[in-house]
Every structure is written in C-alpha cells, then in structure tokens.
C-alpha cells in the first residue's frame, strides 16, 4: 500500500494585493511545506496557479489537481487558507463539502484553521463570502482606476489595435506598427479613394495572402487554415475605428460581472473620444470621409419571394470543419437550404447542402423515436444519462463507507490484541492484509460510485425536465418552439462516396440540450430513398402543390437525379411507383376521414378532380363512388 499525495495547492493574483508574485507563491510553499512536515503528512505535491484570479476556477494547475483526486491519488488538500481555493463561495462550498468529501479527500486552511474533518467550521461559508466580497471589491477598485484613466484620456485597452503596437518601456503608449500600417492605409485608401466595398477589399486581401488580424498577432483562436481570410464585418469595423486617426476612445464596452468577465457594449454616444492622443495613421479628412460613406444606407436586395421560417439557422455545424452553415434561397423551388460557410466563402470545405425540409423531417423521425423510447423503456435511457437510481447509489456509499469506518475499527481492535500478547504479530499481519485490502475495494468502490453520483445529480432537474417535454410534446410538425427548446446542434455530414452502402445519403445528427446526441440513446438509422421521396411528396402534397416531375423532389432533397435513381435501383423501386403507392395509401385514409373529392384531389398533388377519377379508376379498380363505398361500408 502506497501513501497518497498531500497536495499543497498554492494560488496568487495580483488582486490579492502583493507586490511580487514569486515571493507570495514562495511564501506560500515555505509555509505548506512547515506545516504539513509538521503534522505528520508526507508524499507532498506542489499544485500552483500564478497569476490567476480566485474567481476563475479553470485554472490549470487546479484542474490537474481534481483530475489526480478523481483518480483517488490524494488524500489530502493543504492551502494557505480557503480564499486560496477561490473567491465564489457557491462553488468552493460545492467543492470542499461535496466533491472532495466522495473522493475521501480532507481539506486543510492552514491559517483560517479550517479542517474539513472537524465539526468547527461553522464560519466556512461566511468567510467564502467574505471573500468573494473582497474579489467584488477588488474588481470595483480596478474599475474605478480604469474609468479615471479613462476620463483623462489614457488608454485603458488590454492591447493595441491592429496597426499599433506598445512603445518599448512602457505599459500602454501607442506607436505606429510600420509592419502592417501600411495595411490599415490601403484598407481605408480603396474604401474613400477607389470606392471599394467592405466584401471587395476583404476579397482583395485573401487574394493577396495578407495575414488577418487574428492571424498577425498569433492569437491561439485563429483557425490555422483560415489565416487570410478576412472579411467584410473586419473591415468595416476597422473603417470605423477612430484609433486609426490619432484619437483614444474609451469604455466602449464594460465588464457585467467580476465572477463571469462577461462583457456588455456601451451605446456610442456614451464613448469618450480624446483626439490626437497618438501618431495616425489614417488622415483624419480620410477617415471622416469613410464615416461618410459607411453611414450611407447599404443596397438591399430585392424582395424574396417566399418568406421563410429557418429554424435551423445558427445550430448547423459542418461535420468536417466544425464551422457553422450558412442559410442558402433555393432557386430551384420554394424552400431554403443551408451549406457550410468555409466552402461557400473560401472553397476550403465539402459542399454539402442540406434543405430545412429534410432537418425537419429527419428531425421529427428521431426525436419522435426517442419519444417512443421513453414510454416504452424510460429506465434504460435515464440509466444512459445517469439520474436512475440515484438513492439507490447514495445508500450503497453510506453503507461503504460504514463498512470501511468498522474495518478500521477492526484493525485498532487487532492492533490492541497484539499489544497485549493476545495474538501474534504473524496473526496481526495477516489479518490486517485482509481487511485492508478490503478497505482499499471498498474506497475504490465509493469513489467510483461517487462519481456516478456526481454526474447523475448534475443538471439532473434540468435533464428530466427535458424528458418530459419531449414525452408530452406532439411532434407531428417541427415548430420554432419545439427547436429553441430542444436542439443545441446539428452535426451535418456530407454525402456518402459512390461504391459505399449508404452512397448518396446524409449523415445528420441532433443534440438536445442536457441530453447529448438523440443517436447515443436510440437507432437512428439513414431514411432509406423511398422514406425521404415520401416525406417530400406528403409535405408538397399537404401545401397543395402539383408534382409532376422527380427533379422537384430530388432538388428539395439536395441530391443528383442520377444519385437518387441509382439509390431507388439498389431499393428496387422507382419514382412513379412511389408516388402511385403513396397516393392511394392517402386517398384510403382521407376517404375515412369524411374527406370530399374536391377536397382530396387537392391533398394528394392532382392538378384537378377529372385527373383523381382516373387515378381511381386506373391504380385502384374502381371509381371514386366504388371506392368511397367499399371503404365506409
């Protein structure tokens, strides 16, 4: 048996007040490393975050910290005191009362005398909001310096704009980048001179191979593949930065909580402008003439022809490149479509077209499956996300950890009975090998259930309340209501290569919110051919449109006509065919509904009722009247 890891976790921001960083983390090791050599505790580890806010749990070190604690490395936490942990109550609560405790991990404030095994902690929660007020107030304090700055003109930015760059020895002076300087002049020299459009100039940089701006200052979110693609939202908000004319603006924006860094804009007529605080490098007669002509209306397009109802619009991602796609007027028939944005824009993707016709119907047909799941077998899929059984896992650690405190009961038992002569010491070992191997499979055993709990209890009310929506909820049509509840995503593949099983079709998948992918918990399977025509055909019908000719179909679908005639050979079955059958399944039904002929005739894509009587009489036999009768007989 191996001694676990006392972690000596160690946290400095410049919040906190200390003038140099090294020697408070310094000083908090020195005093850890005392302390925990002067209580016994060994195997020690340094976990340290430098420079990182008490407010922002995502540090790395803490990270890899709960990482070794989940892996049931470490027994015990030792910091300086819990404001060391963090400055939001809520969640250092959460941490040192329930995560840590399934883990069996002890938590340590050396200074604020804190010990998580004691029942003496009565003033924990009041000094976690003691401290989160500090942070508040520190966070205040910041604010109010950068709005007196602000005021009296100095910069207040974290980094320059594009252009600029900081003055050597000092923290916030401007001077001209002359790398890309040039740059920002052209962009504003082809806006007013050569009257080029935002789209025109950023075309004419990608062209090019400039750098973006992203891409110029190394930032670590810049698509490696995408560093020459600028676009026209780029230019026009650097059109109207008044930097590039000498002049500082601040508070443009500002900070809505301390604990989140959330950021909200400021209206522009509540900027403050400073003018000629810094070398320009735009004219300033140049860069008024541009806020002249970006003030100018914009060219609208000319009124659609069909208004359109994009449900899907921001929750389409690209299964090759993760990026979003984009909304797309068919040309070819009343509907819209949606392709990735990187292939429309930059040819640096596949083009893979899918219609909000086909997300609706592949939509319904899965979610409409989870739902039957759900009434059928509700166990099976509370299981897969873990809120089934949650007592039940709850007990089985309680009695563990009953088990494990008797076992260790046991051994000081067996410690004392060698003491006083009566066992051996060989009987001693021996017993106490087993129950301690005993007391590590139980404790391996708590932490894993733990942890089964943890992830059941999270979001749990939230999960289930998503269940029930989606049991109660009618998904004969998709409504807007029905995806702003429902769908976080949807992952749209490309289309299957010819000599594949599934060639022509599409990979789509939906991810509910709180849930995960609908195809992690039910089959999903590819709609064969006929099953997409069919939903195509029932929806154009239900619209009242005549369909005379397959391309109708196959262009809603976004597939070849050679695709989906090769894709109905291999199904053994044709479009004329489909059509047929699905025409009589449909006048049967609504013929039961107490449906007129004038009315039927238009729900089934005839082009008149004199067509619908010979497609009575030629595909079911008989007449309109025949058939009416035999049906309602």
């Not at 059109?239 to 004319?245: F, Q, R, T």
């Not at 984009?326 to 392709?339: F, L, R, T």
């Not at 309680?398 to 003491?419: G, T």
């Not at 997409?532 to 179909?553: G, S």
Request: with cysteine; aromatic share 12%; charged share 30%.
């Amino acid at each position: 048996m191996y001694d676990k890891i006392t972690a000596l976790y160690c946290r400095y921001s410049r919040d906190d007040g200390q003038e140099e960083e090294n020697a408070s983390i310094t000083h908090q090791r020195e005093l850890l490393k005392e302390y925990a050599e002067n209580n016994g505790h060994t195997n020690l580890r340094y976990y340290a975050d430098d420079g990182y806010s008490g407010t922002n749990f995502d540090r790395p070190d803490f990270q890899r910290m709960l990482e070794d604690i989940k892996k049931n490395l470490i027994s015990t936490v030792i910091v300086k005191d819990m404001s060391r942990f963090g400055r939001n109550y809520i969640l250092v609560g959460q941490y040192v009362e329930l995560v840590l405790p399934m883990h069996g991990v002890k938590v340590i404030g050396v200074t604020d005398n804190y010990d998580s095994t004691q029942d003496n902690n009565d003033l924990f929660a009041f000094e976690s909001i003691f401290a989160e007020m500090y942070a508040a107030d520190i966070s205040k304090k910041v604010i109010t310096y950068k709005r007196n700055k602000g005021v009296n003109g100095g910069v207040v930015k974290t980094r320059p704009v594009y252009g600029y760059k900081i003055a050597p020895n000092t923290k916030d002076k401007w001077i001209v980048d002359e790398k890309v300087a040039g740059i920002v002049y052209m962009i504003f020299d082809k806006f007013v001179n050569e009257e080029m459009t935002e789209y025109q100039i950023a075309t004419y940089l990608r062209k090019n191979k400039v750098l973006n701006t992203s891409a110029y200052i190394g930032s670590k979110q810049c698509d490696p593949t995408r560093i020459y693609a600028w676009s026209s939202s780029t230019i026009t908000r650097m059109l109207g930065m008044a930097e590039y004319s000498g002049d500082t603006v601040n508070f443009k924006s500002r900070t809505i909580s301390f604990k989140t860094k959330q950021r909200e804009k400021i209206p522009k007529d509540q900027w403050l402008v400073f003018r000629d605080t810094h070398e320009a490098i735009v004219p300033r007669e140049m860069f008024e003439k541009a806020q002249i002509r970006l003030a100018r209306p914009k060219k609208k397009f000319g009124e659609r022809k069909y208004e359109y109802n994009t449900f899907f619009t921001k929750k389409c991602k690209c299964s090759e490149c993760g990026g979003r796609m984009s909304v797309q007027v068919s040309k070819g028939y009343d509907g819209i479509a949606y392709n990735c944005q990187k292939y429309i824009s930059f040819k640096t993707c596949k083009s893979h077209t899918v219609r909000e016709m086909t997300l609706r119907n592949m939509f319904k047909d899965q979610v409409s499956t989870l739902q039957q799941a759900l009434k059928t077998n509700p166990q099976e899929i509370e299981e897969k996300l873990g809120i089934y059984g949650l007592s039940g896992l709850q007990n089985e650690i309680e009695s563990s950890n009953q088990r494990i405190a008797d076992i260790d009961s046991y051994i000081q038992a067996l410690f004392e009975s060698k003491i006083n002569g009566e066992i051996t010491q060989a009987d001693f070992i021996n017993m106490s090998k087993r129950y301690s191997s005993e007391k590590i499979e139980l404790q391996n055993k708590v932490n894993q259930l733990a942890e089964k709990l943890a992830i059941g209890m999270r979001n749990s009310t939230q999960i289930l309340d998503i269940l029930a929506f989606i049991k109660e909820t009618d998904f004969s049509e998709i409504t807007e209501e029905i995806c702003d509840k429902l769908i976080e995503k949807v992952i749209v593949g490309i289309y299957e290569k010819k000599g594949t099983v599934n060639y022509g079709k599409q990979s789509l998948r939906f991810k509910v919110y709180e849930i995960g992918f609908i195809d992690e918990f039910v089959d999903v399977s590819y709609q064969t051919f006929r099953e997409r025509i069919e939903d195509v055909l029932r929806h154009r019908y239900a619209d009242q449109i005549v369909t005379k000719r397959p391309h109708e179909v196959y262009e809603e679908l976004g597939l070849t006509y050679y695709i989906m005639k090769k894709g109905l050979q291999r199904e053994n079955i044709n479009f004329n065919t489909i059509v047929i059958e699905l025409r009589k399944k449909l006048i049967r039904e609504y013929i039961k509904r107490g449906m007129s002929a004038n009315e039927i005739f238009k729900v089934t894509g005839f082009a008149s009722v004199n067509r619908f009587y010979s497609f009575c009489n030629e595909h079911l036999g008989m007449t309109y009247k025949e058939l009416k009768k035999d049906i309602l007989s």
